[in-house]
């Protein structure tokens, strides 16, 4: 079992910054699937930013160039470092782990941009 818990949401204007964090109660060292989704109202959950087999990561079109996703395995935590936020990346932001047999959700942290 293996509990994610999400921090760093909040409300920020256009243009502004948040970074989030996924701290996992288990190692993460070994995950190669790990990243981060988002939900808004009406909308399905789709992947924002994540790591993938192979080391490598990928990104949402529409987030690419201003988000960042990282990782410190020694902590247990990914990051969402997101610059020049929009109203559109208003959304619940979820994070997610497959492995140790299978897939894990955190509770989510909400992101509100206002114009």
């Known amino acids: 079992q293996v509990q994610l818990v999400e921090s760093g949401g909040g409300w920020v204007q256009a243009g502004g910054s948040l970074r989030l964090s996924c701290t996992a109660s288990?190692?993460?060292?070994?995950?190669?699937?790990m990243g981060w989704y988002r939900q808004a109202p009406g909308k399905q959950r789709t992947l924002v930013a994540g790591?993938?087999?192979?080391?490598?990561?990928n990104y949402a079109d529409s987030v690419k160039g201003r988000f960042t996703i990282s990782r410190d395995n020694a902590e247990n935590t990914i990051y969402l470092q997101m610059n020049s936020l929009k109203p559109e990346d208003t959304a619940n932001y979820y994070c997610?782990?497959?492995?140790?047999?299978?897939?894990?959700w955190g509770q989510g942290t909400q992101v509100t941009v206002s114009s």
């Open positions: 997610n782990l497959v492995g140790y047999g299978t897939t894990y």
């Open positions: 288990r190692s993460i060292a070994p995950i190669s699937v």
């Open positions: 790591f993938t087999v192979g080391g490598r990561t």
